[in-house]
C-alpha cells in the first residue's frame, strides 16, 4: 500500500538496481585509487570503466547457486569486463562495498527526508498565523484547562518539527560514513588511501576506525531518530483525533466530494488519515528498536544484522516519507471551527476561570489556602449543578467583599490570559 503512495525519488533509493549501480561505482573508485598507487595497471581502468555492467537478472540467476550477493554480484560484472575483472575488488572484503553503498543508501534517504520535512514547517507556520488569535481551551489530561489559541498549537508543533529537522541533519552526519579497510578494519591489504578516495567521490567520510563493518550506533541513531520524527507526526495526529470528535468538533480531516466514511453508517466522516498515520509510528519504533538490537555483534562482525536491515531501513525511510506527505495535506486541508471552539471554552460555565479569581484574593490579602478552598468549594457546586461559577462566587461574601463587578470581570475575561500570545510568536520569529 505505502509503495503506491511515496514519492518515485524515495522508492528508487531502495531499488536493487540502485544498489547495485552503487556498489559498482564504488568498486571502479576503488580501481582508480588503486591504479594511483600503481597496483592496478592504468591502461586496465579504461576497460574496466568501459566494460564493467551488470544486470539484476543475471545477479538473482548466479545467486541462486552461489548464495552469496557481492560474489554473484563481482561474478556478473567479471563476464562483461573480461581478463582486467581480476583487478576488481582487490583487497576488499563484501563490507567494503556493502555497507559504504548502505551509508550512501541511507543518506540519499535522509536527505529526500529532510525536503519533505522541511516542507511541512511552512504549512506549520501558515496556519499558526491565521489563527494567532484563534482562542480555543487548553486542556490537560483530557480536561478543560485555561484559555490559549489554537495557533498557539501549531506554533508548537512547527517548532518539534523544526528540532526533529535538527535531530535528522546529525543522523544524517552520522550515517554519513563509508569503510575500506578490509576483512577485520586493518587495511591489510588495502592502502587506507583508497578509503578515502572512495569515501570522497560517494559524498562519505571515512570511518576513523572499523571493523569488517561500519558500526551499528550509527544505523541505530538513524533508526532511533525516524522514529522520534514518527512521534512527532503521531503527536499531531492524536490532537486532530481529538479535536474531530463529535462532541469536541473544533478540528477535522478534510473530507472529500465523493469520500465515504462508513461502509454502515452513511453519516460518518472519521480521521482516518490521521489514524494511519498515528498506526505507522508504531511501525517506526519497532524499526528503530530492531535498530538497537542489531548493535551488538560478534567479535569483529556477524550477519545477524544484515536480514534485518535489508528490511527496516527501506521500510522505514519509506514509510516515514509517505507519513510526512500524508501529514502535510492534513495540515494544509484542516478544517477548523472557531465557533465550536469557543462554545466548548464556554462550556464549562466558567470553571476555567478559577486561577484568575485565585490569584486576585490573595493579591488583595487572602491567604492562599482560604483563597483555594472557597474557589473550590465552589467550582465543585458548579459541576455538579451545572450553575455558573461567577454567580457562586459573588454570591460569596468572603469574595464579594475584596472583587468588585470590575475585577470580577477581569477574572473571568478570555483575553486576560492570552495577552502574552504575541510576545511567544514573537520570540519564535512570526
Known sequence: ?????????????????????????????????????????????????????????????????????????????????????????????????????????????????????????????????????????????????????????????????????????????????????????????????????VCEKMDLRPAPISTQILQRDRHAEFLATIAIIGGTLEKIATEIRHLQKTEVLEAEEYFSPGQKGSSAMPHKRNPITCERVAGMARLLRGYAMAGLENQALWHERDITHSSVERVVLPDATIALDYMIAKMTGILEKLLVYPDNMLRNLNGTHGLIFSQQVLLALTKKGMLREDAYRIVQDAAMRVWREKVELRDLLEADPQVSALLNREEMDGCFNVLRGLKHVDTIFERLGL
Open 1 to 197: 500500500m505505502i509503495a503506491r503512495y511515496t514519492r518515485p525519488a524515495m522508492g528508487a533509493v531502495w531499488t536493487d538496481e540502485a544498489k547495485f549501480r552503487i556498489w559498482l561505482d564504488i568498486e571502479i573508485a576503488a580501481c582508480e585509487a588503486q591504479a594511483e598507487l600503481g597496483i592496478v595497471p592504468k591502461e586496465a581502468l579504461p576497460v574496466i570503466r568501459e566494460r564493467a555492467a551488470f544486470t539484476v537478472e543475471r545477479i538473482n540467476e548466479l545467486e541462486a547457486t552461489l548464495n552469496h550477493d557481492v560474489i554473484a554480484f563481482l561474478t556478473n560484472v567479471a563476464e562483461n569486463v573480461g581478463e582486467n575483472s581480476r583487478y576488481i575488488h582487490l583487497g576488499l572484503t563484501s563490507s567494503d562495498i556493502g555497507d559504504t553503498a548502505l551509508s550512501v543508501q541511507a543518506r540519499r534517504a535522509g536527505l529526500l527526508l529532510r525536503d519533505a520535512l522541511a516542507g511541512l514547517v511552512p504549512v506549520l507556520e501558515a496556519r499558526a498565523r491565521e489563527h494567532r488569535h484563534t482562542p480555543m481551551i487548553g486542556r490537560t489530561h483530557g480536561i478543560h484547562a485555561e484559555p490559549m489559541t489554537f495557533g498557539l498549537k501549531m506554533l508548537l508543533w512547527r517548532e518539534e518539527v523544526k528540532r526533529d529537522l535538527a535531530r535528522l541533519d546529525r543522523a544524517i552526519e552520522t550515517i554519513s560514513f563509508g569503510k575500506i579497510s578490509g576483512a577485520v578494519g586493518t587495511y591489510a591489504n588495502i592502502d587506507p588511501s583508497v578509503e578515502r578516495y
